[in-house]
């Protein structure tokens, strides 16, 4: 018997682009109607995206910081990222842009519940309130400058988006809220360093003072005995003034009676000196003491940066009320408490501006746009019609298939 073998079969791997074309157009209803079912899809996913946005980029002074030289003194620094780290923290603190809210709850009520619906959003008040640096790698790369670009703040960009028009009141509310945040952070630095050093100063000075009064009296009472040692024997009175003499401390014994008096007198003379030097000092730091620490407990109540400042010449006329102002230390202080203020409330008040004015720049944003929403729905409709067109054609060719084998 011969064996017979059937024949193998052949596949053509081929794609025939007629038939494949023949099979689009024939299935061309299905294929329209999907891409224009897409593209109205993504004309409506970008009409329903739209958003009206209020942006402004709000000016960062030269923050102030205590002197770690002369610790009486504020100076101004630049505020770098990690010293923006600080401020940050306070910036994303909801409930405290509620409390701060609540002072313009009955002026700017709109605003007020515009902004209180960043609690709500996914970034919050970080997405609203981001760094502006002075200069970026963007920046180095576009100007084609080497080197490290500076991490220094210029400002704070503010951004307010919502789907319904808001003007630019949000932004501006926003502003506030971020000058009344940096004050209230520097002037809690400021006013606790200075309230601790002048406290513990005072201390320092009164016990010096105390130990010069001693040192004073022990002078005076070796001067009454030189001088009568001298009165008593009139030929200790004789000097050599062609002799000059350095000796040191506790030497001064080996010169004669009068030599010594009259050290013992140069040396009351100066420690006196001395001692109004440090009653000045004590008299400074005890009207600053009180200053600053009556400025902190202010802090610790609810007020805004704005009011804490005005409130600063109510309490420096406090500390002051029952000072003589015709002393002049008196007077020093009070001069150098006003300047300080004044310089604080042009870094805080002036300095504290919109670069960028948010008035009038109100812009409605779609992402993604209209014509390219409708082009994208309309490119994703037409593939999916042509995947459609080419299932049902292999779908009824299987079925066809396998009716003629039946």
Not at 376 to 382: E, T, V
Request: proline share 3%.
């Amino acid at each position: 018997m011969q064996n017979t073998r059937p024949a193998a079969q052949t596949y053509d791997d081929e794609i025939d682009l007629r038939q494949l074309v023949g099979v689009l157009w024939r299935q061309k209803g299905i294929i329209a109607v999907s891409t224009l079912a897409c593209a109205t899809l993504g004309a409506g996913a970008s009409l329903l995206s739209a958003k009206y946005v209020s942006e402004g980029l709000f000016l960062i002074p030269r923050t102030v910081s205590t002197d770690s030289y002369n610790q009486d003194v504020t100076v101004a620094q630049s505020i770098t990222v990690d010293a923006f780290k600080r401020y940050e923290s306070a910036f994303s603190n909801m409930p405290r842009m509620t409390a701060f809210l609540q002072e313009y709850a009955d002026a700017q009520g709109s605003a007020v519940t515009a902004l209180l619906r960043l609690g709500d959003a996914s970034d919050g008040l970080s997405g609203a309130i981001r760094p502006e640096f002075a200069f970026t790698d963007k920046d180095a790369r576009v100007f084609g400058v080497k080197g490290t670009p500076s991490d220094a703040l210029i400002g704070i960009r503010l951004r307010y988006e919502a789907r319904e028009p808001s003007g630019s009141m949000p932004v501006v509310l926003l502003a506030e809220y971020v000058r009344d945040t940096i004050i209230r952070v520097d002037m809690e630095t400021v006013t606790l360093e200075q309230c601790a050093r002048h406290r513990s100063r005072e201390q320092v000075l009164r016990n010096a003072q105390i130990a010069n009064d001693f040192a004073i009296s022990q002078e005076e009472k070796r001067a009454a005995t030189l001088r009568d040692i001298i009165t008593r024997n009139p030929g200790a009175a004789a000097s050599d003034n062609r002799q000059i003499v350095s000796l040191e401390k506790g030497s001064e014994r080996f010169l004669s009676p009068a030599a010594q008096l009259v050290a013992a007198e140069i040396q009351i003379a100066d420690m006196k000196l001395a001692e109004i030097r440090r009653e000045r000092d004590r008299i400074t730091s005890a009207l600053k003491r009180d200053y600053y620490c009556q400025a902190q407990q202010t802090l610790q109540k609810p007020t805004t940066g704005r009011a804490f400042l005005e409130e600063l010449k109510r309490i420096q006329a406090a500390v002051f009320q029952n000072q003589d102002k015709t002393i002049d230390i008196v007077e020093q202080t009070w001069n150098e408490l006003d300047v300080k203020r004044e310089n604080w409330a042009n870094t805080y008040l002036q300095g504290m501006r919109f670069i960028a004015s948010p008035e009038g720049a109100e812009v409605k944003e779609r992402k993604p746009g209209l014509k390219l929403g409708i082009v994208l729905g309309g490119l994703l409709g037409g593939m999916l019609g042509m995947f459609i067109a080419l299932v049902r054609a292999w779908w009824r060719s299987d079925q066809d298939e396998t009716t003629g084998k039946a």
